[in-house]
């Protein structure tokens, strides 16, 4: 009798386990259904409405490198805070992101008002940051480090080359 008993609480329980994994995997389905779906929609989205410097080939590239340059210098920074090594987090910051003659240069020579201060703005963000580090705290140096990034983020959603 209390076998029967414990053979139904386990069929029981048996059916919800693979209805809960049904509906799990039905939910995936309508996911991947769904990203299918989304993808025709964008490839025909070509458009691309952000402003464009009109660069010539030679400020293409220059401005790619430095480009990259950046990007290397926000992984270096994170690494350096994983490891709290604060002080060459704050000079790569500095002297990588920081406004330098060569940077504020480089910011104005677009002819777009717009694009300089965002410029201008992104890499006295980055000096501040550099002052930040400086406090070995690691919640208001990722926080800087967030807020620097923000000016990268939006400068890319404004402009092309
Ligand atoms: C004031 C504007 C501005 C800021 C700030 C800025 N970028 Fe850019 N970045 C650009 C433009 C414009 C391009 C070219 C994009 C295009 O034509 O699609 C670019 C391109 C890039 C590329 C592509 C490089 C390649 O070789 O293809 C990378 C990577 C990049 N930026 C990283 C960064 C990072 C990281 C930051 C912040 C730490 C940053 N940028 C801040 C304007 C900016």
Avoid: W
């Avoid at 008993?5 to 996911?31: D, H, M, R």
């Amino acid at each position: 009798m209390r076998k029967t008993a414990i053979i139904i609480a386990s069929t029981i329980l048996g059916l919800f386990v693979t209805s809960c994994n049904n509906s799990v995997k039905q939910q995936k389905e309508e996911k991947t259904e769904s990203a299918t779906t989304e993808h025709p929609h964008n490839m025909m989205n070509l458009s691309d409405d952000r402003i464009s410097l009109n660069l010539n080939p030679k400020q293409k590239q220059h401005q790619l490198k430095n480009m990259r340059s950046h990007l290397a210098a926000v992984q270096q920074i994170t690494q350096l805070l994983a490891t709290d090594d604060y002080d060459k987090a704050s000079e790569i910051a500095h002297s990588k992101l920081g406004l330098t003659p060569e940077m504020k240069q480089m910011c104005s020579m677009f002819g777009d008002e717009n694009f300089e201060k965002i410029g201008l703005n992104f890499h006295n963000s980055a000096d501040e940051m550099a002052r930040i580090f400086k406090n070995r705290n690691k919640q208001e140096s990722l926080q800087a480090l967030s807020n620097t990034m923000n000016y990268c983020v939006k400068c890319h959603a404004g402009y092309r080359q």
